[in-house]
């Protein structure tokens, strides 16, 4: 079984400060880990992915995530914020699982950012 | 490049009438296909997914039914809508690998928002 955890759900910076949204995950087998963004009535969009490469990963518009496998967490950090970067998070995992399960997605509740100016 | 269309991006309809949405997706063969639902306030929720033609699978007992008429088409649909079917409607893709698909991110359309009356 597979859950993930986002510990804020609401999360407000200035711009141009940095930016830290926390997930923490729990899996069975060894996960692929990802990022999404979601703008109002937009769809999700990818901001990055761990496939377990390096555990740094870089991603788009200056996100970058950190796995740490000892504390099961993957947060989520931007160095500085834009107000273009004010919209809704979303964690993923998904588990080890055969083609047949169909690459089932684990989503967390999201972390709304608001950016001020 | 892989492309993913959804649609209508809007849609109001009456309690008890019927319902169609499409997505299809361009620049892949044989992709895994997803229908979520996003109730306001809430997170994902995965209907449907599919691996491929005539393979379908349920997530959650509901009002709704989905098919997939084509390699890159998936629809969803109900013959009878509720008010509680109102909420916003995600498709998405994964590359259908031939083993394990955990690596692979999906991606998705920009939605339908679809309001009961």
């Known amino acids: 079984a597979q859950s993930v955890t986002q510990l804020d759900s609401h999360v407000s910076v200035s711009e141009g400060t940095p930016v830290l949204l926390r997930c923490n995950y729990s899996?069975?087998?060894?996960?692929?880990l990802f990022w999404y963004v979601q703008h109002p009535n937009k769809g999700l969009q990818l901001l990055l992915k761990?496939?377990?490469?390096?555990?740094l990963v870089k991603g788009i518009n200056g996100f970058e995530a950190e796995f740490k496998k000892s504390e099961t967490s993957f947060h989520l950090t931007k160095p500085s914020a834009h107000m273009s970067d004010a919209a809704e998070y979303f964690c993923v995992v998904s588990d080890r699982a055969p083609r047949a399960a169909g690459n089932k997605l684990t989503f967390g509740g999201g972390t709304r950012v608001l950016v001020k100016p | 490049s892989q492309t993913i269309h959804q649609w209508p991006a809007t849609l109001v309809q009456p309690v008890g009438s019927p319902l169609s949405l499409e997505c299809t997706v361009e620049?892949?063969?044989?992709?895994?296909l997803y229908w979520y639902r996003q109730a306001a306030g809430r997170g994902l929720q995965l209907l449907f997914y599919s691996i491929g033609i005539d393979q379908i699978s349920s997530e959650v007992p509901q009002n709704l039914s989905a098919s997939r008429p084509q390699d890159r088409q998936f629809i969803l649909s109900s013959k009878k809508l509720l008010l509680s079917d109102s909420g916003f409607y995600l498709c998405?893709?994964?590359?259908?690998?031939?083993?394990?698909?955990?690596?692979?991110?999906?991606?998705f359309g920009d939605g339908t928002r679809l309001s009961i009356l």
């Open positions: 620049g892949t063969s044989n992709p895994n």
């Open positions: 761990y496939t377990s490469a390096a555990t």
């Open positions: 998405a893709w994964s590359l259908g690998t031939g083993g394990f698909g955990r690596n692979q991110p999906q991606h």
């Open positions: 899996s069975s087998y060894s996960p692929s």
